[in-house]
């Protein structure tokens, strides 16, 4: 063999990404055209607060100049909208390390892990596939675009890890059976997180709070 050992492994890869690509692209999202985009939803002070920090630190390492802070200051405390905060800070850091992540495009996990946390928008229908790998989901400080969210996940002998704060009911929709995927009890009206899956050999998995004691 003329191939080095492993080196199938990157030519695989590409076939699984362009695989999920078709399957994402033949489920895509038919978002409800009243639901807002994530660019226009409300920024809440939470919010102006982180994007704040990272402005004021860049001006502390010389990053910004005092006039760049003040100008950016002007527009953050304005901002109503999280399209507009996410702008801010586009040049400072890298992706995977803004405060804000407005990112909806479909997570993909082909022979490796792929990650989706921290403070980000949950798209009313995200595309999830994960073949051989794990794609994990961290909703703890996500901002959900709708009450109830749609994952479609595809899953080939790979797995979806979900991580859930209190209050978030998840369930499972395959081969039209419902198997509520959650432990604690959540109110009526509480967000809800549909996971519809196609799989072989996958596995959903929901990571949930701990339970709060009662007090006697």
Not at 42 to 60: F, P, T, W, Y
Not at 179 to 198: F, S, W
Request: aromatic letters at 4%; hydrophobic letters at 40%.
């Amino acid at each position: 063999m003329n191939e080095r050992a492993g080196s199938w492994l990157p030519k695989l890869q590409e076939v699984g990404e362009r695989l999920a690509e078709e399957i994402v692209s033949a489920r895509r999202p038919q978002t409800s055209g009243d639901v807002p985009q994530t660019h226009e939803l409300r920024a809440s002070d939470a919010d102006r607060e982180r994007i704040a920090q990272v402005l004021q630190d860049a001006h502390a390492d010389g990053r910004l100049t005092l006039e760049e802070l003040e100008e950016r200051l002007g527009v953050l405390y304005a901002a109503r909208t999280l399209g507009e905060l996410a702008g801010l800070t586009g040049d400072l850091l890298p992706a995977d390390e803004q405060p804000l992540n407005l990112d909806g495009r479909p997570v993909s996990a082909i022979f490796k892990k792929e990650q989706r946390g921290g403070r980000w928008v949950v798209p009313a229908e995200l595309g999830v596939t994960a073949m051989f790998g794990t794609t994990q989901l961290d909703l703890r400080d996500a901002i959900l675009q709708n009450r109830r969210i749609i994952i479609n996940a595809t899953l080939v002998f790979g797995g979806l890890e979900i991580h859930v704060p209190e209050g978030l009911e998840v369930i499972r929709v395959a081969k039209d059976k419902t198997v509520r995927l959650t432990k604690q009890p959540t109110e009526p009206d509480a967000p809800v997180v549909e996971v519809r899956t196609t799989n072989f050999a996958g596995e959903v998995k929901v990571k949930e709070p701990p339970r709060r004691k009662r007090r006697r």
